[in-house]
Structures are given as structure tokens and as C-alpha cells.
């Protein structure tokens, strides 16, 4: 599935278009995968939308593959024909400066973003440099395992910079593909902690409780206690604004998206430093993830026996799958394109 160029998708009902293309070919260090899933992500329809600009078009979408190693580039080690493997946001960084040296190669300067600066996994076929792929557990099925690869893995990572002690109230703001899996995480790693969902829609107001909310209620409802750290996983401003407002002194606000739509800013204009940000309150941002984000989401949802939430759809309907963001209540966890059937052996 092809973006030829960026439109709304309001304006255009179908932005992707099926197209047939040379198989790629794995240079040395690459695996050549044959995707049997892709999960569909908000960052896809930013760059669908334009609001995330590829370096040049057409470009072939998706960043939660999973698939098996169909063939090896020159050189290329660590992996054989059939492995079954996952391919996340992150495509490749340097490994050379600063940022990688220290573990933040999510923060590099060529980091080199699979689905918009890459190929990604709207595909039958497609590569990835072999260092930067990640063996999927044999409990998680290919479907499953998809949207743990952004949505859990970012989760993951927002979780670690909340900086939240066991015992401190969570909040989260939104509750689909990726505050669904926050949730469950979050009971692993903080088990005393309380959860608190903010989100728009009764649909998925029940959808946070079924999963063990300890509350849930509106954006603009007050939670029962002040919180001391909440993630934001929507693509608005005003649940921003209105999540600073909640947290306790000293509390956190950590931010999970790579790009926020233009259509409430006008929200920031209430911001009130007395409100929203005096007693030391204050706001993380998260950008990318690394391939330790990645791995640990992956093994902490097999230890713990995640099953993520998820709506598969053929290749064909991918158009439709990312239309359903613009509708609310319209996702129950994530939704996931069936490219090629499971893996033999697979769950």
C-alpha cells in the first residue's frame, strides 16, 4: 500500500493505494522479511496526513511488523531463514555518537524511522538491518505481538520517565492502542499503584474499567486523589492542559506522541502557571524508542501473559483502519493488518 502524497483523509477516502513493486533486496547486514502482520498506528495517519513528512514519496507505511526472515544480506548474522521477527519504529540509528553511546539512540540525529524514512510493513516483503530487528516470543501470535512493538514499546518507555514509585497514583489520558497496554504493564511494574483513565468516550471509559481501571471518568473530570504522574497518549492538546491541572505538587507529565494535531491549540492559551505548573509540576516528552524499549516490552508482555486487544483487517482495508482515528470510540485497543497468513508453528 502505497502513499503517493500526503492529504487529509477526509478529503481523500483512499490515500494509499495497492500497488505492485520490486521486491527489496537486503544489502549485507539486512534481513529481507516476509511480513505476515503490521499494526496500524496514530503515526501512520500523521504521515498520511503530512503532519510527518518522509524524505520522499511514494512511501510505503507501517512501523509494527512482524514477520519471518525470508533471506539474508552479505555478512548478516544472528538470524536464519524462517526466525520470526519484529520490526518497531526505529529502523537504524548511528551508533556512534553521543546519544547512542549513551543509550539514547532514540534521540540520534540518523535515527532513520521504519514506515516514513524507510520502507515499512503495509508490504508483503521488506527489509531491516539485522541488529535492529527483535525475535518475538513464541506465547505472543503475530498478530498480538504487533502492537507491542510501538504502542507497548513507547507505553513501555513512557512508564520508565513518569519516574513513578510503587504506591503512586497513575493517570493516563486516552485509552486506546497504546494506554491499553500502559495499563497492564503499569500493574506489573507498580502493583500497588492506582490507575486512573481519562477518556472522551463512554466506549472507552468501560474498555479502561473491563481492564482493571481503578477509575475512569471525562478529560475534564477531577480523579478522586491528585496524581502524581499521568501519560498522555492522545493526539490533542486539551488533555494536556487539562492533566496538568491533576497532578500533585512535584508530579509529571509525560507526553507520548511524535506529533500533536493543530486543531485545539487554541487549549495552550489556558494554560495558567498558577494551575498548571507552579509546585514544580512539569512535562516529559517522549521521542522514538530503542531497541531496549522495544525488547523489554516484548518480554515483559510474555511474562506476564499481555494479550494485546486487536481488530485484524485484510492489507486491502488499510484506508479504512486509519480512517477509524477520526471517529471516537471506533477503536477497542489496537487494529492490525493481516498481510500473510500466521506463521507455521505460531500461536
Known amino acids: 500500500m502505497l502513499l503517493r502524497s500526503p492529504a ?11 500497488a505492485t513493486v520490486p521486491d527489496p533486496v537486503p544489502a549485507a547486514g539486512e534481513l529481507l522479511v516476509r511480513v505476515s502482520a503490521c499494526g496500524v498506528c496514530r503515526t501512520d495517519l500523521d504521515i ?70 524507510a520502507a515499512g510493513g503495509y508490504a508483503e516483503l521488506t527489509t531491516v538491518p ?16 504487533a502492537p507491542l512493538l510501538c504502542a507497548g514499546a513507547i507505553g513501555w518507555r513512557s512508564l520508565r520517565l513518569t519516574d513513578l514509585a510503587n504506591g503512586e497514583p497513575l493517570g493516563l489520558t486516552g485509552f486506546g492502542a497504546s494506554a491499553h497496554l500502559v495499563l497492564p504493564f503499569a500493574r506489573h511494574r507498580f502493583p500497588r499503584s492506582k490507575v486512573f483513565v481519562f477518556a472522551r468516550s463512554e466506549k472507552e471509559r468501560a474498555f479502561a474499567k473491563e481492564l482493571g481501571a481503578d477509575w475512569a471518568g471525562a478529560t475534564e473530570d477531577t480523579p478522586p486523589e491528585p496524581l502524581a504522574a499521568i501519560i ?65 516490552a516484548l518480554v515483559a508482555a510474555a511474562a506476564i501473559g499481555l494479550e494485546p486487544t486487536v481488530e485484524e483487517l485484510p492489507l486491502a482495508r488499510a484506508n479504512e483502519a486509519l480512517a477509524s482515528f477520526r471517529t471516537s470510540g471506533a477503536i477497542r485497543g489496537a487494529k492490525v493488518l493481516r498481510i500473510l497468513p500466521q506463521a507455521s508453528g505460531q500461536r
Open 8 to 18: 487529509p483523509i477526509a478529503d481523500r477516502a483512499t490515500p494509499l493505494d495497492a
Open 48 to 117: 498520511v496526513e503530512g503532519r510527518l513528512v518522509p524524505p520522499r514519496y511514494p512511501v510505503i507505511p507501517g512501523h509494527q511488523v512482524v514477520g519471518t526472515v525470508a533471506a539474508l544480506g552479505a555478512v548478516t548474522k544472528g538470524f536464519t531463514v524462517g526466525d520470526r521477527v519484529g520490526i518497531a519504529w526505529i529502523h537504524s540509528a548511528c551508533g556512534e555518537c553521543a546519544f547512542c553511546r549513551a543509550g539514547l539512540e532514540n534521540l540520534c540525529a540518523k535515527f532513520v524511522s521504519t514506515g516514513c524514512d
Open 232 to 296: 498522555d497518549t492522545t493526539p490533542a492538546w486539551k488533555p494536556v492542559v487539562e492533566a496538568l491541572a491533576k497532578l500533585r505538587p512535584g508530579g509529571r507529565l509525560v507526553v507520548n506522541a511524535i506529533r500533536k494535531e493543530p486543531g485545539d491549540q487554541a487549549e495552550l492559551l489556558r494554560l495558567d502557571y498558577a494551575t498548571h505548573l507552579w509546585m514544580e509540576r512539569e512535562i516529559k516528552t517522549t521521542a522514538n524508542v530503542t531497541r531496549a524499549d522495544v525488547r523489554e
Open 130 to 145: 539485522a541488529v535492529f530487528a527483535h525475535r518475538i516470543p513464541d506465547a505472543i501470535s503475530d498478530a498480538r505481538a
